[in-house]
């Protein structure tokens, strides 16, 4: 097909677009689209068109404006032409849920890939990976007592078996940590173990496990199944991942509400025997996924690079608006702004939307392991996530000394452009996202701090993740203060070193993290 064939179908395809939504594509859309070359539009499918049209974006104004210190321009752009919340609202309504390893899945990489070249990145790729993905099937989950059977509404935690069909005794379990089977360990072989997803009446300052670390002491215990009540009211089912290495594990997991929970708990409390029956059927295998790398080459040090990443995958009970598409749109936009502002970074921006994060932070353990074999790894400066945070009043830094130092006086630059920022410093290792992959690499790790609400915090990998959770402004104030913290630390001389092995060991685990990590068979200390 020649240019102008391809011209003709991209104007028949805008004027479908029109008649099917009946929305105005933005009026600078001919024109940016002549400027790209035949392949580059080729990737803006029809199935996404409208979300190539939202890209556009209008920032002349900006670009007269040289002489402004270049966070300032940045900041301008990214508040005054934000397109992360357009572009999220299109793929909540178009899209759906980004399982990996679906067509939603490869339908969000694809839109995220045209979005990219649209907002004219200068580099701009896939970095495919494979890897065993799963996917939900069907369960059923029955109490009994007695002669008479219950019928309650679940769902199945991630990587629980293929097939599944059991019936055992209920045992109450608490909040399901160490403690907790440690004192009735003699009772948990055999049994399936009720355990709170949350912490219920634990002493102050005790800190919780993640599901999967509960699930792989209720493994180690002996149960025969996992019963998680979510703690979150109003009943609302949760997933996610019951495994702490990505593989399936022996023994089913289903979650029920917090309501029904409650109930059996009380049941059991007033020693009424139950015991359960699970039924359920998934499908584990590889899959093929793609994570989306795009980035602005640094005219000073292009070899150093800071790394800005979200995962884009989302569980497929809603559409994954908050976790984790308000991070991952956003990352989008900060890209978008830093080219739109005529900004060019010292050192390379390098935006990464990660697949797999769900079942077992795949994309991202895929994409070091690549940087790892070919010696690229030392050349990550530091990596800043974003996974379910917006409007940022500070970050969390984890590095060897002077990184927090950095990132202090980097939180002073933003506060003297924008005083509402607090500016809040933490120093706290943290795992189970993206980061966790690179500080286990050495590489230092930024996450922001954020406060989204109870609210939100109550629908992660539920059915009630949608849009309407989000604030527009929270995205745009991601795009800002997470834009200009890239844009500072890409602008610094010298920034501090990555951590050497025994004083990465060392400060995990002061963290408390030792214990995690030897549940997933990553402590190597």
């Known amino acids: 097909m020649n240019v102008a064939e391809t011209k003709n ?3 028949v395809r805008d004027h479908a677009v029109r008649e099917r939504t009946g929305l105005p594509l933005a009026p600078r859309f001919p024109r940016i689209m002549s400027r790209l070359n035949t392949a580059q539009q080729s990737r803006c499918l029809p199935s996404i068109a409208l979300a190539c049209a939202i890209a556009i974006f209008s920032h002349a104004g ?18 005054t032409n934000a397109q992360g919340y357009s572009w999220l609202k299109w793929s909540t309504e178009h899209i759906g849920h980004r399982l990996t390893g679906t067509a939603n899945g490869a339908r969000a990489e694809e839109t995220a890939d045209s979005l990219f070249r649209l907002s004219r990145l200068p580099v701009v ?14 369960v059923m989950l029955s109490v009994r007592s007695g002669f008479a059977l219950e019928h309650f509404a679940s769902v199945a935690l991630a990587h629980s078996p293929d097939s599944a069909s059991l019936d055992a005794v209920l045992l109450d379990v608490g909040n399901g940590l160490t403690e907790d089977l440690e004192r009735i360990a003699d009772l948990v072989p055999g049994r399936a173990v009720l355990m709170n997803l949350g912490l219920v009446a634990a002493p102050s300052g005790t800190p919780n496990l993640h599901r999967s670390e509960k699930a792989a002491l209720a493994i180690r215990y002996g149960a025969s199944a996992i019963v998680f009540v979510n703690n979150v009211e109003g009943g609302i089912l949760l997933t996610g991942t019951a495994s702490v290495n990505g593989s399936a594990i022996p023994i089913p997991a289903v979650c029920i509400t917090s309501e029904e929970g409650g109930a059996l708990r009380g049941r059991l409390a007033a020693g009424e025997a139950l015991s359960v029956q699970i039924k359920m059927n998934n499908r584990s295998g590889p899959v ?14 292009p070899e150093e690079v800071i790394l800005v ?32 502002s005529g900004v060019r970074p010292a050192r390379t921006v390098r935006f990464v939307l990660f697949m797999g994060e769900e079942q077992g932070l795949l994309g991202s353990e895929a994409l070091v392991a690549q ?21 940022p009043f500070g970050f969390c830094a984890v590095g060897p000394e002077g990184w927090t130092a950095v990132v202090d006086s980097a939180m002073a630059a933003i506060h003297s452009m924008d005083t509402a920022f607090r500016a809040e410093l933490k120093d706290r290792p943290g795992l189970h996202s993206d980061h966790q992959s690179f500080l286990l690499a050495g590489v230092p790790v930024i996450t922001p701090l954020s406060d989204l609400g109870g609210h939100v915090y109550g629908c992660y990998h539920s059915s009630c993740d949608d849009v309407h959770l989000v604030d527009p402004m929270d995205m745009v104030n991601n795009a ?11 602008n610094t001389p010298i920034l501090p070193g990555a951590f050497q092995e025994d004083a990465l060991g060392a400060r995990l685990k002061t963290a408390g993290l030792e214990e995690s990590l030897r549940l997933a068979g990553l402590w190597r200390w």
């Open 309 to 340: 990443g979200g995962h884009l995958d989302s569980w497929d009970l809603a559409t994954g608006a908050t976790d984790n598409g308000l991070g991952s749109y956003s990352v989008l936009d900060i890209a978008r702004a830093m080219v739109a």
């Open 62 to 79: 900006v670009h007269g404006q040289r002489g402004l210190d270049p966070l300032r321009l940045f900041e301008q752009e990214a508040r």
């Open 288 to 301: 093929e996924a793609r994570n989306v790398v795009a980035e602005i080459p640094g005219t000073r040090w």
């Open 371 to 391: 940087y790892s074999r070919a010696g690229e790894l030392a050349n990550v400066r530091c990596m800043i996530n974003l996974d379910m945070t917006g409007d």
């Open 125 to 138: 790729g896939y970095s495919p990976f494979t890897a065993t993905a799963w996917t939900r099937g069907s």
């Open 9 to 11: 179908n991209i104007a």
């Open 480 to 490: 800002r203060i997470v834009g200009m913290l890239a844009l500072y630390l890409a």
